[in-house]
């Protein structure tokens, strides 16, 4: 009835906040998470990319600090095309764009966050509502989910 991808996220979002609070993870991670991979989602059809895969790009961009395993570690447990893996390696790969993006947004290099925002023919505020509703919606998430 929700549709596959709406499933998928649905089960991220459960398994991250069961896990962390299984194991007393810092909602501020698990936060990060979800919000890089809200973001690197409704970034994903600008940049024309696969939603459900820049989703995951962004919630795995955390898991190294979550489970405290490398990220190589935890791409080899992961069928992930190797475009998307490369993004969590630090390549530079077709698929890398929205996480690039989030990252000189989180390190507030404006500069560069306005150079990729011409690239995406998108102006800076919408650059930064996109931001904020993917932090308004981790937020429920964690929220919802009692953390």
Known sequence: MIGEEEFRKLVCVASATSFGKRFKMSSELILL???RARFCELLAPIAHQLQGEQYLIGLLSAFDAILQIPTAQILELLPLRPEAAGVLLGEDTAASLPFRLLQCYEQRQWVR????????????????????????????EIRDAGM
């Open 33 to 35: 998470a979800l919000h």
């Open 113 to 140: 966050c306005a150079r990729f925002c011409h690239k995406l023919r998108i102006s800076e505020t919408e650059l930064t509502t996109i931001y904020i509703n993917a932090l308004q919606w981790a937020t429920k």
